[in-house]
């Protein structure tokens, strides 16, 4: 079995010195917060679009919650066997609202509302055999 790790994603997402963050970028003209990084601000009340690279997370909390039952089909990476888990869209502090599975056990006790980590984990194991990372969030 390969023991080679890849990211699900170039660029979107590091493990910094603060720890994981995902990676976009900011309008310092009117504060926007972007991510994936956008080239240009597309607030349309913003008078200067002037962009700078960003860092967000961890903290954020639970807007909207759905637990993936069946196994979705490739290319979506998952964990042999399937077992039924959470994907949340979650508000991140910094203003963002951000898709990602949730890490739990227990994912029928996940709740809208539920403060969670952003945290960087295996999705599963794609076609080639190497671990998939990616950016999720963990309950706290
Ligand atoms: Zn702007």
Redesign the pocket.
């Known amino acids: 079995m390969s023991t080679e790790t890849i990211e699900s994603a170039e660029g979107l997402f590091a493990d910094t010195k603060n720890g994981p963050r995902l990676l976009g970028s900011r309008?310092?003209?009117?504060?926007?917060p972007y991510f994936p990084r956008s080239a240009g601000?597309?607030?349309p009340n913003?008078?200067?679009?002037?962009m700078e690279d960003a860092e967000f997370g961890p903290k954020g909390k639970i807007w909207s919650l759905s637990i993936q039952n069946y196994p979705p089909p490739p290319p979506v990476v998952i964990i042999d066997p399937f077992e039924p888990f959470a994907v949340g869209m979650v508000d991140l502090v910094e203003g963002l609202r951000v898709l990602g599975r949730i890490v739990s056990d227990t994912p029928d006790k996940v709740d809208v509302g539920d403060e969670v980590e952003l945290v960087l984990a295996p999705l599963g194991v794609d076609a080639t055999g190497a671990e998939v990372i990616s950016w999720q969030f963990r309950p706290i």
């Not at 309008?27 to 926007?32: G, H, K, L, M």
């Open positions: 309008c310092v003209t009117c504060d926007t601000c597309h607030n913003c008078d200067l679009s002037k």
